[in-house]
């Protein structure tokens, strides 16, 4: 009787053992729940660009400058960064915001860009800072900025022989800030509503040089890449 007793006493305290245990692990799950979720289920945003379709597309440029009745028209190549989401989870409200700019001295040594004011960047074929929303696998192209045929890149100066670069910003530059030829860095972040921001820098060297053939302006007017930071790039 008094081991039936014992063992009474002692699957009673395991009974509550138990029960305390799943008790606090339900507190847990309450607690952690959404923390859980968000960590196994989030969006992911990366960006990259290269120098060649549809990254950099050849497009008409028409500007009429100051004389309205002779527009100029040439070429212009627009750079465009992809933006993907490799998450799980709908990525909304989605912006690109330049938040640094550096162009290389003479010395080698990256300087940050006089006048430079950070800001966010348009979304291609639209006049938008944000656009709705990225799903899972799914990608979107944002304006960088357009490389201008010389003699059209300022129309107080046509007789220009080197190209020109403007930032499609959200609000446009003047033409006395198309930058020149050179080597810059860009800081850019890239940002939901629902998901942290990622920061990518872009690496610029614009050349210069114009090429009638779209091969060799992909190849020789100026190259264009990604990496995962401007400090230690």
Same mark, same amino acid.
């Given at each position: 009787? &008094?081991? &039936?007793a ?9 009974? &509550? ?6 008790t606090?692990l339900?507190v ?5 729940k959404e ?6 289920r ?9 120098a060649?379709?549809p990254?950099?597309?050849?497009? @008409?440029a028409?500007?009429? $400058?100051v004389n309205k009745?002779? @527009?100029w028209?040439g070429?212009r190549?627009?750079?465009?960064v ?7 989870v709908?990525?909304?409200?989605v912006?690109?915001f330049l938040?640094?700019a ?8 990256f300087?940050p860009?006089?006048n430079f004011?950070?800001?966010?960047f348009?979304?291609?074929n639209? &006049?938008e800072?944000?656009v709705d929303?990225?799903?899972?696998d ?6 960088? $900025? ?8 300022? @129309? ?7 190209t020109?670069l403007?930032?499609r910003l959200?609000v446009?530059?003047?033409t006395?800030?198309w930058?020149?030829?050179?080597r810059y860095? *860009?800081?850019?972040k890239i940002?939901?509503?629902?998901c942290?921001?990622?920061?990518r820098?872009?690496?610029l060297?614009l050349?210069g040089r114009?090429?009638?053939?779209p091969?060799e302006m992909?190849a020789?007017g *100026? ?6 930071g401007?400090?230690s790039a």
């Amino acid at each position: 009787m &008094q081991a &039936q007793a014992g063992n009474a006493v002692q699957w009673g305290n395991v009974a &509550q053992w138990v029960s305390g245990v799943a008790t606090s692990l339900a507190v847990i799950v309450a607690l952690f729940k959404e923390d859980y979720i968000r960590w196994r289920r989030h969006p992911k945003l990366t960006a990259s660009i290269e120098a060649k379709y549809p990254d950099c597309v050849r497009t @008409p440029a028409a500007w009429r $400058g100051v004389n309205k009745e002779k @527009p100029w028209k040439g070429w212009r190549y627009w750079l465009r960064v992809w933006v993907k989401n490799e998450g799980n989870v709908r990525a909304e409200k989605v912006e690109v915001f330049l938040s640094g700019a550096w162009v290389m001295q003479n010395n080698g040594v990256f300087e940050p860009l006089i006048n430079f004011t950070p800001m966010n960047f348009l979304w291609s074929n639209t &006049q938008e800072a944000y656009v709705d929303g990225i799903s899972p696998d799914m990608r979107r192209l944002c304006d960088f $900025g357009s490389i201008l045929e010389p003699a059209y890149s300022d @129309p107080a100066n046509p007789s220009l022989s080197e190209t020109r670069l403007s930032l499609r910003l959200q609000v446009p530059p003047a033409t006395t800030d198309w930058l020149p030829p050179g080597r810059y860095k *860009f800081e850019i972040k890239i940002a939901g509503s629902n998901c942290e921001p990622v920061t990518r820098c872009i690496h610029l060297h614009l050349t210069g040089r114009w090429h009638e053939e779209p091969t060799e302006m992909l190849a020789h007017g *100026f190259t264009v890449t990604v990496s995962s930071g401007c400090e230690s790039a």
